[in-house]
């Protein structure tokens, strides 16, 4: 897959919002599997390293960038504080997210 196909690919899902809870509490959304697999064939035209995939996605009216990780073949949307308090959102919460591959920073 090229750049240019890459990052014309528009994704849309729910998903439940899960916890890791290391030295500090990190919230994710998992990426559903038919998207994961969409992602992984996209992955060496857009990761910049360690497997992450730069995104910007969409939550209701909140829109943000940030970088998917591979985790057990899927992987995971990191939210960040500011996005889950803007967002109002919480661990177990189902949610709807539009998402688009970005660009590898270079």
Known sequence: MTLEDALAIRFAFESR???WRG?????FAPIPT????????????VSYGWGVIPVEATIGDTVF???LFPKDDAYLLPLKDAVRRQANITAGDVIAVTMNLRPPRR
């Open 17 to 19: 919002i899960i916890t």
């Open 23 to 27: 030295p500090s509490p990190f919230f």
């Open 34 to 45: 038919p998207q994961s697999d969409t992602i992984r064939q996209a992955a060496r035209a």
């Open 65 to 67: 960038t940030t970088s």
